[in-house]
């Protein structure tokens, strides 16, 4: 009965929680970066990326941020997705690399989108988590979230934590705090890897395959020429955003359990075969 009812509590914070965003103008925020033609901006608060067998596409953020509220409504492949991923993510430039990853790996027609993320600090990633979803992400637009401040990163679906990157600086784990990142999205075909571990291929005749975002929201610092809209440099974020110290309240705390419990399919803290001589240091953090 109990388990029951966290359940029918959650669907309600879910419900309550989808919202519609103001819509910023892709026009102003990206670049198609890749694509010859195949991603398109559709009346300024809509844009696509599509894939055929010759070629993906993708875009990128005008602005570089340094710590913010980053969200995007997406729409995925649908029917019989094998093959494709649409990856969305916060990148920096550089050998040594910070970067957030969505990655949504596509599926035949009836089997679940897997969603993939991983956070790589100082070009280090091999942090992975996978999820499935508790809704079809192709019959309908869903937001998906990063928000990263100096002590945590969190990833969120229709609002709902489904992960959470502490900062581990003090047990020696490198974190993304002082290099600005652009957004990135593209849809390529990966069916080397994709679904099933790669056994399942792209089924080009099903093509074009197309993924649709809308209404991009950034409440974040704004890194340009060195300087930060938080106020000082890029190194020395601060300003009078109080999400900088944000942290998960007990309530969130317990939606990000309950989506864990029920829909986490990998977890790499959880891997012993990968790591025989021990997880790595964070997972040992509360």
Not at 79 to 89: F, H, P, Q
Not at 98 to 108: P, Q, S, V, W, Y
Not at 141 to 163: A, E, L, Q
């Amino acid at each position: 009965m109990a388990s029951s009812l966290s359940t029918i509590f959650f669907l309600v914070f879910i419900s309550l929680a989808t919202t519609s965003l103001v819509s910023a103008n892709f026009y102003d925020e990206f670049d198609v970066t890749w694509g010859d033609g195949r991603g398109k901006v559709l009346n300024h608060d809509q844009l696509t990326l599509s894939l055929d067998k010759s070629s993906g596409s993708g875009f990128e953020s005008r602005n570089e941020y340094l710590f913010g509220k980053i969200d995007m409504q997406l729409k995925l492949v649908p029917g019989n997705s094998a093959g494709t991923v649409t990856a969305y993510y916060l990148s920096s430039k550089g050998s040594n690399w910070d970067e957030i990853d969505f990655e949504f790996l596509g599926n035949l027609s009836g089997d679940p989108y897997i969603l993939h993320t991983n956070v790589f600090s100082q070009g280090k990633g091999n942090r992975e988590q996978q999820f499935y979803l508790w809704f079809d992400p192709t019959a309908d637009f869903h937001t998906y979230s990063m928000f990263w401040n100096p002590k945590h990163i969190i990833f969120s679906v229709d609002g709902t934590p489904i992960r959470e990157f502490k900062n581990a600086e003090s047990i020696g784990v490198p974190f993304p705090k002082d290099q600005p990142m652009r957004i990135h999205s593209s849809l390529w075909n990966a069916d080397d890897w994709a679904t099933r571990g790669g056994l399942v291929k792209t089924d080009w005749s099903q093509a074009p395959f197309t993924a649709s975002y809308r209404n991009f929201k950034a409440d974040a610092c704004v890194v340009a020429s060195g300087k930060s809209s938080c106020g000082g440099s890029a190194a020395s974020t601060g300003g009078n955003q109080a999400w900088l110290s944000e942290e998960l309240d007990i309530t969130k705390q317990e939606r990000l359990r309950w989506v864990q419990k029920n829909y986490m399919i990998y977890n790499y803290c959880s891997d012993s075969k990968r790591f025989p001589q021990g997880f790595p240091p964070e997972c040992n953090m509360a």
